[in-house]
């Protein structure tokens, strides 16, 4: 999540001059070509509304820098302008309230400026769009009910499979982490063997060789093959039922 300066092109090459005031009998005389000109200089210096993927100012101030659907460089906790960051994506939320990546952007800069409570709708909303990064962080708060979000261990095995499932690098290991120690024993969420060892292979494609990543997903396999001991996890080999 980072700053870029925006610039904006003053010129309108070819665009005809557009006359200041005149009066309503002057207006009459006023060509309709003329008039026709000025409103199509009046768009042209009109700002575009952002599309779903174009970078806003959210965005350069407060995109995730592990967030792999940002449209921006992201900004770590540490370099973010926290004011400015939060004024320009509560603009850009209500200019696009239905984006889940906006959503998701403008509830962390307000969890990091210590309002945990303002940013749950913000999280629900990018999680209700099935944003990845969203899933697996509200996953992660969740879990450990960090940052005024209700502790619900059950909750968290859904997002974070969910997050697993959307291609979410974290949520990958994250989830087969969490379900081999157990924590998500009982609650309905599918602790599938084979369904894990697909989040493991596909961690390790996406681990581009880093070292430590590839240490933990070769210790969550060797767990994961163990883990159908009487009693162990509630791990289940669901292709032999």
């Known amino acids: 999540m980072r700053c ?7 010129s309108t090459p070819h665009a005809s001059p557009v006359p200041g005031p005149i009066s309503k009998q002057g207006r009459r005389r ?11 200089a009046a768009l042209l210096a009109a700002p575009a509304a952002a599309g779903p993927g174009d970078p806003t100012a959210c965005d350069r101030l407060a995109a995730h820098p592990s967030d792999p659907d940002r449209v921006a460089p992201g900004v770590a906790q540490r370099d973010i302008d926290l004011p400015a960051a939060i004024a320009a994506c509560e603009a850009a939320v209500r200019a696009d309230p239905s984006n889940p990546r906006l959503n998701y952007q403008l509830g962390r800069v307000l969890a990091y400026a210590g309002r945990g409570r303002e940013s749950r709708p913000f ?10 990064q969203a899933l697996f962080v509200v996953g992660y708060i969740t879990l450990f009910g960090l940052n005024d979000e209700p502790q619900d261990r059950c909750r968290a095995a859904d997002l974070l499979r969910r997050s697993a499932l959307a291609g979410r690098q974290a949520g990958r290991i994250a989830f087969v982490h969490w379900a081999l120690e157990g924590r998500f024993a009982g609650c309905g969420t599918p602790l599938d063997r084979a369904e894990m060892a697909g989040f493991l292979a596909a961690a ?3 681990s581009e060789g880093d070292f430590f990543q590839g240490l933990l ?4 396999e060797a767990d994961l093959a163990r883990a159908d001991a009487p009693g162990a996890t509630g791990v289940r080999d669901q292709s032999a039922q």
Do not use: F, H
């Open 4 to 10: 870029m300066s925006e610039t904006k092109d003053r």
């Open 30 to 40: 006023w060509p309709l070509a003329a008039r026709a000109a000025a409103a199509a």
């Open 123 to 132: 999280r629900d909303a990018a999680v209700a769009g099935n944003y990845p």
């Open 204 to 206: 390790r494609a996406g």
């Open 217 to 220: 997903i070769d210790r969550l």
